[in-house]
């Protein structure tokens, strides 16, 4: 019997990514102004940009 390859990170790859990229624009969004608010909207718009891309992107017809 072949052994099972580990496909943590094919399932868990890109959530543990959109967890990550969430973290760090709340912590700089935390840090201070300028830059690290722009740093912030990347950080929390691109897992919100890819949440709505999923909820909307997908036509049943």
Same mark, same amino acid.
């Given at each position: 019997?072949?052994?099972?390859?580990?496909?943590?990170?094919?399932?868990?790859?890109?959530?543990?990514?959109?967890?990550?990229?969430?973290? %760090?624009?709340?912590? %700089? %969004?935390?840090?201070?102004?300028?830059?690290?608010?722009?740093?912030?909207?990347?950080?929390?718009?691109?897992? %919100?940009?890819?949440?709505?891309?999923?909820?909307?992107?997908?036509?049943?017809?």
């Amino acid at each position: 019997m072949k052994p099972r390859s580990s496909n943590f990170w094919t399932v868990f790859g890109i959530p543990v990514l959109i967890a990550l990229l969430s973290a %760090a624009g709340l912590f %700089a %969004a935390l840090l201070g102004d300028g830059a690290w608010d722009a740093l912030s909207w990347v950080g929390l718009g691109i897992p %919100a940009a890819l949440s709505l891309r999923g909820l909307l992107g997908r036509r049943h017809g």
